[in-house]
């Protein structure tokens, strides 16, 4: 098999729902010359060798010593554009996370966001916890993704090395997900397994189940007249499930591009669903009525990954009760995300 071919299979073996949900998660190989990533906005399931957008590691590595703009809608502009300047194909626009991919020495990344992993993550003991459970791993409290989770990580890479001789294998990042790297796809495997493995073992002696049932519901039809009666477009498309504990706070970019940050569970009606777009500044995406929760969207994909991402949280929030229970991103954090014009361009991939 070609790198191309391997990175690939990595893609669909790690774009099961078991790893990520949408278009959550990225992958890349890379040569001296050349790193190949996912586009943004694309699903791993979904890549085939055509599909990887194809980048000059050189200008790339010119990102590292540019001087940015203390503005961050600037410095994210200049990014995005320095970005586009090294692709070298027309497969489309690199992840945002295509720069931290180029940072590893390893030629193999491979970048999810597992329902398990963020249990640790998002936990409040979370960094207690991976150091005792992965004390190989490099752990980072949350930083804004982009250029300058990249540029941080970076530094911390580079003192690791320092420190142990080598590169991390195991990058955990804080309320986001984890990075695993190699230099051959059995070992990206044994890594991921080991990681998944350590993780289940620790719910299982902390009494914390790993599913978390819920049924599907035909919804109630005045509630979905309703909804979109009050929301038009934003709810022209409905997702439904029984009731479930759905959290009340930021967890993750990834649940904040696909279902926001806050549910709705007030009253239907005008003056509720204005309160909550004022506070809130957008429409909900997860609306919480009668005995059912509901996945808004103005396609079905679009409800559908609503409810799915509700439902993953909700997994995600029981499961940190294995250490300390949710730690909630902070209001700066969301805003950046909420705001940031790369999430708004992977979100409207979303057919």
């Known amino acids: 098999m070609t790198d191309l071919e391997i990175i690939v299979a990595l893609s669909h073996e790690f774009g099961s729902e078991d790893y990520v949900k949408g278009g959550g998660g990225n992958t890349s190989v890379k040569n001296e010359e050349t790193l190949w990533v996912k586009p943004s906005g694309t699903t791993l399931g979904g890549l085939t060798v055509d599909t990887f957008v194809a980048m000059n590691r050189d200008k790339i590595n010119e990102l590292y010593n540019v001087e940015t703009p203390a503005v961050a809608a600037e410095r994210e502009e200049l990014v995005k554009n320095l ?167 930021p967890i993750t970019p990834d649940h904040l591009v696909y279902s926001k940050a806050f549910p709705y569970n007030g009253n239907l009606d005008a003056p509720g669903v204005e309160a909550y777009k004022t506070e809130r500044g957008y429409a909900p995406k997860v609306v919480i009525a009668g005995e059912c929760v509901y996945g808004l969207g103005n396609s079905q994909k679009n409800a559908d990954l609503a409810l799915e991402l509700a439902q993953d949280g909700a997994l995600v929030m029981q499961l940190t009760e294995a250490f300390g229970g949710i730690n909630y991103m902070t209001d700066a954090q969301r805003e950046f995300i909420e705001n940031w014009e790369v999430e708004s361009y992977r979100s409207k991939q979303v057919g």
């Open 83 to 249: 970005m586009a300047d090294a692709v070298e194909n027309d497969a489309g626009r690199p992840s945002v996370e295509a720069p931290l991919h180029n940072v590893f020495e390893a030629k193999y990344v491979v970048h999810t966001h597992p329902a398990l992993v963020n249990g640790l993550t998002c936990a409040k003991g979370g960094e207690a916890a991976c150091r005792k459970l992965f004390p190989e791993a490099l752990w980072v409290e949350y930083i804004d993704p982009g250029y300058t989770l990249c540029m941080e990580v970076r530094k911390r890479i580079e003192q690791y090395k320092s420190d142990k001789g080598q590169e991390p294998a195991l990058l955990v990042l804080q309320n986001h997900g984890i990075f695993i790297s190699a230099d051959t796809p059995d070992e990206i495997r044994k890594l991921y397994t080991h990681f998944m493995d350590t993780l289940k073992a620790e719910y299982n002696a902390t009494g914390v189940s790993q599913t978390m049932e819920v049924a599907e519901a035909a919804g109630d039809k005045d509630v979905t007249e309703q909804l979109n009666t009050l929301l038009g477009d934003d709810a022209a498309f409905t997702a439904c499930s029984s009731l479930f504990n759905v959290a009340p706070g």
